[in-house]
């Protein structure tokens, strides 16, 4: 059964960082974009950044430029998300995505994906 499974979430405080792993089963990563996605309670979900198959192209929303940096290791089939400097907008459910297609394509949008992880939660407190 072809899934993703996200994990690192937890309880932080602003400032601190945190490093979201997503780790795909019963397929290889290695020729799929994917991407992370992020909804904030009362929000839809928004997609946040992609990386190509290769790992070689990025794309990073405006909104978080900077702070977030995606990457990947296809040895470990697994994708990263590093977030820094976590602020309380930055609390919600991050997902990653997979894409049949080895490119990102021109946006960060839910249709381009193919199969989803259930989410971890990330939670923001002072």
């Known amino acids: 059964q072809l899934h993703l499974v996200e994990s690192g979430g937890g309880l932080v405080a602003p400032g601190e960082s945190l490093r979201l792993s997503c780790t795909a089963h019963?397929?290889?990563?290695?020729?799929?974009?994917v991407g992370w996605f992020r909804q904030a309670a009362g929000r839809v979900r928004e997609g946040m950044a992609c990386?190509?198959?290769?790992?070689?192209?990025?794309s990073v929303d405006d909104s978080v430029k900077g702070r977030f940096t995606i990457s990947r290791d296809n040895a470990e089939n697994t994708v990263y998300l590093e977030i820094n400097s976590l602020n309380f907008e930055d609390a919600g459910g991050y997902y990653c995505a997979a894409r049949t297609d080895p490119n990102c394509g021109a946006s960060i949008s839910e249709w381009r994906y193919d199969v989803w992880g259930p989410g971890t939660e990330v939670v923001v407190f002072s």
């Open positions: 019963g397929f290889k990563l290695h020729s799929s974009a």
């Open positions: 990386i190509n198959a290769g790992g070689t192209i990025t």
